[in-house]
């Protein structure tokens, strides 16, 4: 497929944003799958990462929280390098993973799945951060006790959520939250991204499902094989003509 041109957005200072990947390279083993990819997430906002299989989304989500090893370029918090931070390391600076295919601990509780995503809080705000993920998802509240491998898959998404909310995110990072669900528990899931950003939250989204993300993203990234193709608002590169053909199938 032919590149796709760049559309011009406002630059943006790497101070002002709460993320800024800058020139990312990665490769698993010899070969390479991100080339030189910069972002940015201001924040506050949602900003959503979208493009066909393999373009190395999953791969540019797992660089910034640290658990697949980067070999040229930079990825800062607020301006701070957090480059050769360790994965927990930056757990405690705010970064919060929701990963694709959501891995929740089947034969551990709900409130034990949730419970994990508070490890680097202190106990004594673990019930406070409970409740809000209850107030949020009351299905979760009356099915606390029991173990999460029984629930469906968009309740699981919802224990994954949970989880991720629990380590008092500053930058949520949410890859794939859509992924075989039916549509109208996407729509449900994708109120409830909506309604996070909506209270202050930034939020990184990882989607196949390029109409149901660019519909809501302040910010869109489009990617195609490991390198940033497009960027622009959310509703522009809705409404423009390549990526309707190209993604949405338009
Ligand atoms: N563990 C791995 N080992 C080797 N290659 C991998 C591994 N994970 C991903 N890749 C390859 O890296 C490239 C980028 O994959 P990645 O999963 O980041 O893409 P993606 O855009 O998230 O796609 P998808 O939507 O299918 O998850 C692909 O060519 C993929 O085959």
Redo the contacts with the bound molecule.
């Keep these: 497929m032919r590149a796709l041109a760049i559309i011009e957005s406002k630059p943006q200072a790497a101070g002002d944003a709460l993320l800024t990947v800058d020139g990312l390279t990665s490769a ?2 010899r ?1 390479q ?2 080339h030189g990819v910069s972002i940015q997430v201001p924040p506050g906002e949602l900003v959503a990462l979208v ?12 660089c910034i929280s640290g658990v697949q090893p980067i070999s040229a370029g930079s990825v800062l918090m607020q301006g701070k390098p957090i480059t050769g931070a360790s994965a927990d390391a930056r757990v405690r600076a705010g970064v919060c993973q929701v990963p ?1 295919g959501r891995h929740v601990f089947a034969p551990m509780t709900i409130e034990d799945n949730l419970r994990m995503g508070a490890h680097t809080r202190p106990a004594a705000e673990i019930a406070d951060g409970l409740e809000e993920v209850f107030t949020l998802f009351p299905v979760l509240r009356e099915r606390r006790h029991q173990p999460a491998g029984v629930l469906s898959g968009g309740q699981q998404q919802m224990v994954a959520l949970g989880r991720a909310l629990m380590g008092k995110p500053r930058l949520l990072l949410l ?2 939250p859509s992924m075989g669900l039916a549509p109208l528990i996407v729509a449900d899931i994708f109120r409830i991204i909506r309604m996070l950003r909506d209270t202050g939250m930034t939020i990184l989204l ?1 989607e ?1 499902n390029a109409r149901a993300a660019l519909s809501i993203a302040d910010h869109a990234y489009v ?1 195609e094989s ?1 390198r940033i193709a497009l960027q622009g608002r959310g509703r522009d590169l809705l409404k423009n003509d390549e990526v309707r053909r190209a993604y949405l199938g338009m």
Excluded at 55 to 60: D, E, Q
């Design positions: 698993y083993s070969i799958v991100l493009g066909a299989n393999g373009a190395g989304k999953t791969t540019l989500l797992r694709e890859d794939e990882v196949q990617m490991g």
